[in-house]
């Protein structure tokens, strides 16, 4: 996106001036979005006042690592663009996001998750067979360490489905490979 357009040094008219002022209303709406994530404002940040911003928004406040460029001159004559510049790109500088690695989770990760949760599930199945075992003529704890049993027989055997039919689409994607 080019600097902003003096329709003074342009001597634009007709369309090219229109597409001047959509330029540099967008210009001014990204800077006033950079200068409130810069601030820390957490109210709120216009990213919809332009297409420029809407289209900016995943970079400039979500979960990415952005690069901005600003060109300057040394040119007398375009002293206050390149002042402009600078402060505007200082400002960017001083945005912190906070981004994430997202985890890609394939087959065989989650295969792993379901065995390990399998294995916790049986432990805690033998941890409430030994207790029920032991626990001798009380009646009400048994029924409640019964009821967990048998709660926890039921998720074993859902976790037991879930493996084998991830084993199954596992092994259907290998024999399509």
Known sequence: LAGSERLSKTNASGVRRLEGCHINKSLLTLG???YKLSEGDRG????RE???TRILQPALSGNTQTAIICTVTPATMHYDETL????????????????EVNEIVDDRALLQ???TQIQQLQKDLETASSRRQS???RTQEIELL????????QDWNEMQE???EEERLLQASREKI
């Open 162 to 164: 879930k493996l084998q």
């Open 50 to 52: 332009s297409k420029l």
């Open 146 to 153: 019964h009821t967990e049993r048998e709660k926890l027989q």
């Open 84 to 99: 402009s510049s600078l402060k505007f790109g200082q400002r960017a500088k001083t945005i912190k996001t906070k981004f």
């Open 135 to 137: 626990s001798g003529g």
């Open 32 to 34: 006033t979005v950079i």
């Open 44 to 47: 709120h940040i216009p990213f």
């Open 113 to 115: 998750v379901y065995k």
